[in-house]
Nanobody, 121 residues
Framework: QVQLVESGGGLVQPGGSLRLSCAAS????????TGWFRQVPGKEREGVSC????????YYATFVKGRFTISRDNAKNAVFLQMNSLSPEDTAVYYC??????????????GGQGTQVTVSS
């Protein structure tokens, strides 16, 4: 059974940082592109970042460039999202997903349950 489990969310003040983790079981993450997207109730899902099977291929949405960094640790079979300089606009549920096609633009094969990120003073 394949599982993606996100962790690392929480409440943080504006300007603060969080590091999200996406740990996988049942698949080898390095064989998949892995992306993070976020969703706020009543709004459309937003793609945040993506890392290809080749870890040197990364993508960031314009609104997170320079603030967020995606990385993978193949030994841990996990992907991380380091989020710095957080603002209230970053408040959302963050999900990770795995894409066998190698492209986060496609539909994902596996997704997690999400982790809540709340940025508030």
């Amino acid at each position: 059974q394949v599982q993606l489990v996100e962790s690392g969310g929480g409440l943080v003040q504006p300007g603060g940082s969080l590091r999200l983790s996406c740990a996988a079981s049942g698949i080898t993450m390095s064989h998949y592109a892995t992306g993070w997207f976020r969703q706020v109730p009543g709004k459309e899902r937003e793609g945040v970042s993506c890392i290809g099977p080749n870890e040197f291929s990364t993508y960031y949405a314009t609104f997170v460039k320079g603030r967020f960094t995606i990385s993978r640790d193949n030994a841990k079979n996990a992907v991380f999202l380091q989020m710095n300089s957080l603002s209230p606009e970053d408040t959302a549920v963050y999900y990770c997903a795995a894409y066998s096609s190698g492209y986060c633009e496609h539909e994902y094969d596996y997704g997690g349950q999400g982790t809540q990120v709340t940025v508030s003073s």
